[in-house]
């Protein structure tokens, strides 16, 4: 099974910029599509970004444009840029692995193995 570790979350102004880390260990990372979820205090988890285990990437609405998802299949990580960040970004970040890495949905549903998460805090 695998494990993941998020880290490079922090305290930025809104119009900065983070780039969060989720590093792989215990598995085939190659063979994972990979996603990046949020959760704010009082609301549920949202869906950030994906990216399939060809490299294909998916966005939610708010951030596209803003975020980039990567991955590099040889330190077994993938990263989430942020760049533009607003104070509606502030959230504990995710990631996860996807249940099935041939379908999956941008949902949690679909997503396992999360890691502890990385607090990304946005202020005016």
């Known amino acids: 099974q695998v494990q993941l570790v998020e880290s490079g979350g922090g305290l930025v102004q809104a119009g900065g910029s983070l780039r969060l880390s989720c590093a792989a260990s215990?598995?085939?990372?190659?063979?994972?599509?990979m996603g990046w979820f949020r959760q704010a205090p009082g609301k549920e988890r949202e869906f950030v970004a994906a990216?399939?285990?060809?490299?294909?990437?998916y966005y939610t609405d708010s951030a596209k444009g803003r975020f980039t998802i990567s991955r590099d299949n040889a330190k077994k990580t993938v990263y989430l840029q942020m760049n533009s960040l607003k104070v509606g970004d502030t959230a504990v970040y995710y990631c996860?692995?996807?249940?099935?890495?041939?379908?999956?949905?941008?949902?949690?549903?679909?997503?396992?193995?999360w890691g502890q998460g990385t607090q990304v805090t946005v202020s005016s």
């Open positions: 215990g598995g085939s990372f190659s063979t994972y599509a």
């Open positions: 996860a692995v996807a249940k099935n890495p041939r379908v999956f949905r941008l949902e949690s549903a679909d997503f396992g193995s």
């Open positions: 990216i399939s285990w060809s490299n294909t990437t």
